[in-house]
């Protein structure tokens, strides 16, 4: 579903990415650790359009999409959390599913204007949809509080429903457990899984191992830019290269 070809990005002096190879097939959760500064969240705005490739190739579907704006990828199926939550905070939970998917509808800015019959179907549709997403992931207590007045781990939440609203093929998850205590984080895996058994396809980027072994069924391993391991997660906690990166030699050796 998602190819990357010898991604590379550099920032003047400074090579974020080198050559980066990846593969994501349909279906599958793929996971993408690393220690901190490795380049994961760069890698994840190349994917999507906030930043793109000084070189090489990255295709979604087919399509090569390094070099396009990220509402276009968007359109193509793709959706994405982020490492810093950036949520609507002035509108209220409903709203923020709401927005996220005026992009499927039909409805035109004159429709909207003069509040035609189809403007107003289409808004309920649109509604009711939140809602089902807000019951989903246990924040439909919560449909008209403002985004930002949420507690951290029902605005992690917010925001994966806030992806699935968009209908996406692929959803690109940036640390979602990141504050969450270990039931929550739990639970979320359960919600990943079960967005794979509905056909959905994920990349996990993260530092929690636990939620990694939970759902991954293979991880990369990036680290000062450059893919270092590719396995299962038995095969990636036995190998001695990703041992090192992030644990460093011990003394001696």
């Known amino acids: 579903m998602l190819v990357l070809k010898h991604i590379s990005r550099q920032f003047g002096g400074l090579m974020a990415l080198q050559n980066v190879a990846m593969h994501i097939p349909a279906g599958q959760i793929v996971g993408l650790i690393g220690p901190n500064g490795a380049g994961k969240t760069t890698l994840i705005n190349c994917m999507t359009g906030l930043d793109h490739p000084t070189a ?25 959390t982020y490492q810093n939550i950036r949520l609507f905070g002035e509108m209220t939970v409903l709203e923020n599913l709401v927005v996220a998917q005026h992009g499927l509808g039909k409805a035109n800015l004159i429709d909207s204007l003069i509040q035609s019959p ?51 093929k692929l959803i690109l998850l940036d640390e979602p457990t990141a504050g969450m205590n270990p039931v929550e984080t739990a639970e979320l ?53 990703v041992v090192e990166a992030y644990l460093g030699q011990e003394e001696g050796e």
Not at 61 to 76: E, F, S
């Open 56 to 80: 090489g190739e990255i295709e979604f579907g087919g399509t090569p999409i390094q070099k396009k704006p990220a509402h276009r990828i968007t359109a193509l199926g793709m959706a994405r």
């Open 118 to 168: 189809r403007h107003r179907r289409e808004n309920e549709r649109l509604r009711e949809n939140g809602l089902q997403l807000l019951r989903r992931f246990h924040l439909e207590q919560n449909a008209e509080v403002l985004a930002g007045n949420l507690p951290y781990g029902d605005q992690r939440r917010l925001e994966m429903a806030r992806a699935l609203a968009t209908n996406p």
């Open 189 to 241: 895996g359960e919600q990943i899984l079960r967005m794979k058994a509905e056909g959905k396809t994920l990349m996990v980027v993260e530092h929690d191992m636990s939620l990694i072994a939970q759902v991954c069924d293979e991880i990369y391993v990036l680290n000062f830019g450059q893919i270092i391991a590719h396995g299962t997660h038995q095969e990636i906690k036995n190998n001695p290269v």
